[in-house]
C-alpha cells in the first residue's frame, strides 16, 4: 500500500498543473466566489420621469439610486429605460398618484424593490414589466442557454483539438498542404454547426417547456449567440494549445467556466457583488451573453440597446481568436514554413536556417 | 531542364537544436528519386528529428533542407498518422482530398492502394478494429495517395509482425519504383541492407553514410565469431554465440573469419567512435 501511494504521490508532485488545482485552486475560488455570492442588490438604479419628477426623486428611500430625472419624459421613456437595461426602476410622476415600474428581468432588484415598496403603504403599488411573474426560469434559461454553448462551444472544440495532438495525427495533419488556418477552420466548423443546432433546440425548449418569452429580435439574438460562441470556440482552441492532454484541456475548461458561471451575473446579480470581483465579471464573455440573451428574450431590447454586449463579445472573440490562431499556427507549422501550400514552385524549395538562429 | 528522376533531396550541414540539446549535428544526407535510403540508429539517435526536419516539422538551427513542395511529399510520422474513428475508405479519401485529387482520380487510386496494401476487404472497418500492420500499410497508402516525390516514413515497421514489415518493404520498393525518392527510418539494420544507401546517425551525428556496400567496405580489420566471448578485443552477442571486431586483422583463438553485415559495421563504427586508440 505505502509503495502505491508513494508512486501516487510522486506522480502527483510531477504534475504541477494537477497539484496547483488542488491545492491554491480552492482557496483563490473561495475568496473570489465568496466576494460574489450574494443576491442582495442594495442600490437599485432608478430613472425619474414626469412634471413631477424632482419632487418624486427626492422622496424616494435609499436603496433606490437614482440615476436620471427627466421632467419632461413620459411613461413611454420610462419603459424604454427598462428594456434597454438603463435602470431597474422608473418613477412616472403625473397628475395622480406616481407609478413605479420595475423591471422584471433584473430579478433579485426586482424582488428587493417590490419587497421594500410593498411594506411601505405610502408608496404606490410597483407594477412589473417583461416578467411579471418574476419566474426565476425566465432569467435563468437565457443566461443558461450560454452556459451550455460553453460546453459545446469551450469543452467539446479544446478536446476535439486535443485529441488530434495527442493520437499524433496533428503531426500528420502539419506535413499536410493545408494551411493553419484551412485545419483550424475545417476544424472547428463542425462544432460551430453542432452548437447552432443545439442553440435552435434549447431556445425551442426554453420558450416551449419553461414558457420563457422570446419579446425581441431573433436576429439580434443570433447575432449575439454567434459572436459568443466566436469567443467560447476561441478560447477552446486556446485551452487545447496549452494542453499535451484531453484531461488537461478538461481541467482548463473549468478553470474557464467556473467563473463564468459564478461571476457573469448568471446567478449572482453583477450589482450586488464587490467591487474587487465584479470586474473579473466584466471580462467575461457570459456576461454579455447574459445581456444580450435576457435583453433580447425577456424585455425585447432592440439592436441599438444592446450595442455595448455586443461590441464586448466582439472585441473579446477577435482578442481570444486571434490569440488561439496565433498559437495553433505556431503549433501547426513549427519550421516556420516560408512557401503558401498553394504557390510553391515546381522546383521544390530548400529551407535555409535563420541566420541569427545559425550563428555561433 | 533536370527531369524528376534526376532530383536529390535531403539535408546539408544540417543541425538542429532542442533547447540546449543538440539532436542533430552537421549532418549531411541525400536521396535520389527512384530509391530508398535508409536512416539507422538507436534510440536518441535523431532518426526523428532528422525526418521532421525533412518534413518541415522542426526548424534547423544550421544548414539546409532540401525538400519537394508539400502537395508532392509524403509522410508517415512514428505516431499512428491515422486517424482511428474513420474507416480506412475514410482515412484514403480524407488523405487524396488533402492532396487535391478529383473524385475521379481518388476512386480510380483508393481502389489501386486497397489492392496493392491488401486492405481492400477492410475498407469499411474502423482502423481501430485495424492490427498494427494493417494501420502502418494503411498509413502508407494515404502517403502515396498523391504519388509523391519524397516519402519520408519514420519507423514505419517498428512493432509489426515480420510480415507485415515485408509487406510494407514491398510497398516502399514499389513507391521508389513509382519515381518517389523514400527516406525510411529504423532500427532494424537488417532492413537497411534493402536500402539503396544507408545513414547510420549515432547522438545525432552520422557515424556512416554510403550504399551498404560502401559502407561493409570501409570496415576496417576483421569481425570475427565463435561460441566463447573472446578475449582482449571488443565483442557482441550474436544470437547463441558471439563476435568480435580484430582492428589488426588478426583471428583470436577458438574464433573465425566472418562476412560482416551491417550491424556488425554499426557495432564497429560506434566502437571505434568510443574508443578512437582502438582504431
Redesign the interface.
Known sequence: MWAMAMKEFRQMRRDRRTLAMMILLPVLLLVVFGYAASFDVDRVKTVVVGPQAEQAAAALPDRLDVIRTAPGEGRRDAVEALRDAEAAVAIVTGDGQPQVLVDGADLFSARSVVTELRGRPELPAPQVLFNPGLETSAIMVPGLMGVVLVFVGTIATALGVVRERQ???L??L?????RARDVLVGKLLPYLGVAVVDLAVIVAVGVLLFNVPFAGSPLVFALGALLFLFVTVGIGVLISTVSETQGQAIQLAIMTMLPQILLSGLIFPLQAMAAGVRWIGYLLPLTYFVQVARGVMVRGAPFEALVFPLAMLAVLGAVVFGLSVARFRRDL?????R?D?GQ???A???????AR??AR | MTGPEN?L?GCRGL?VRYGGTVALDDVTFEVAAGSVAAVVGGDGAGKTTLVR?L???????????????????G?V????????DLTVDENLSF?GR???LSADQLEVRVGALLERTGLAAARDRLVARLSGGMRQKLALAMAVAHEP?LLLLDEPTTGVDPVSRAELWRLLASAAADGAAVVVATTYLDEAERAASVLVLDRGRALLAGTPDEVLAATPGLVVEGPARPDGVPSWRRGARWRAWSADGSTPPGTSPVSLDLEDAAIVAQLRQDQPRAA
Open positions: 493520437s499524433g495525427t503531426e500528420q502539419a506535413v499536410m498542404p493545408f507549422a513549427p519550421a516556420g514554413r512557401h501550400p510553391a514552385g515546381d521544390g524549395q530548400d529551407e535555409t536556417a535563420p538562429a545559425g | 532530383r533531396w543541425r526536419a518534413a518541415g516539422t522542426v526548424r534547423p538551427a544550421a544548414g539546409t533542407v532540401r525538400r519537394p513542395d508539400r502537395r508532392r511529399l509522410y510520422s512514428a505516431g499512428p498518422g491515422v486517424w482511428a488523405a488533402a492532396y487535391g516525390e
